[in-house]
């Protein structure tokens, strides 16, 4: 199962701050808009989504159809043919689903054994 590009989406209190933390730290911004309430940042392949009033917890995010630099993939599993092989197990329980027909964009959302956020996001 291919799930895409893999990042860590944090529920930051202040965009600006982490930020300049991250900063700090080797990330650069390349994606998003503080004005908004999010930025993606990148050191290397780290990947990190700081996303103010957005997400009650840090979520560990996919984006099937994405590379690491936000690039869409020639070949990718839809984000619906992902829920319905998870679906296939049974024992997986969703706190949020994509419609399951049609095409483009979607999204679903579960919690691992550890109460982790868990979000598949595809956005092409």
Same mark, same amino acid.
């Given at each position: 199962?291919?799930?895409?590009?893999?990042?860590?989406?944090?529920?930051?209190?202040?965009?600006?701050?982490?930020?300049?933390?991250?900063?700090?730290?080797?990330?650069?911004?390349?994606?998003?808009?503080?004005?908004?309430?999010?930025?993606?940042?990148?050191?290397?392949?780290?990947?990190? @989504?700081?996303?103010? &009033?957005? $997400?009650?917890?840090?979520?560990?995010?996919? #984006? +099937?159809?994405?590379?690491?630099?936000?690039?869409?993939?020639?070949?990718?599993?839809?984000?619906?043919?992902?829920?319905?092989?998870?679906?296939?197990?049974?024992?997986?329980?969703?706190?949020?689903?994509?419609?399951?027909? @049609?095409?483009?964009? &979607?999204? $679903?959302?579960?919690?691992?054994?550890?109460? #982790? +956020?868990?979000?598949?996001?595809?956005?092409?």
């Amino acid at each position: 199962m291919q799930l895409g590009a893999f990042s860590v989406s944090l529920a930051v209190k202040d965009i600006a701050a982490s930020l300049a933390f991250y900063q700090k730290l080797g990330f650069t911004a390349f994606a998003g808009d503080q004005d908004q309430g999010w930025l993606i940042l990148k050191n290397g392949d780290c990947v990190l @989504g700081l996303f103010q &009033g957005m $997400f009650d917890k840090n979520t560990l995010t996919f #984006n +099937p159809g994405w590379d690491m630099n936000c690039q869409t993939l020639e070949s990718y599993t839809d984000v619906r043919d992902l829920q319905k092989q998870l679906k296939a197990h049974g024992d997986i329980e969703f706190t949020m689903e994509a419609e399951e027909s @049609g095409s483009g964009p &979607g999204f $679903f959302a579960l919690v691992d054994p550890d109460g #982790n +956020p868990v979000l598949i996001d595809q956005h092409v």
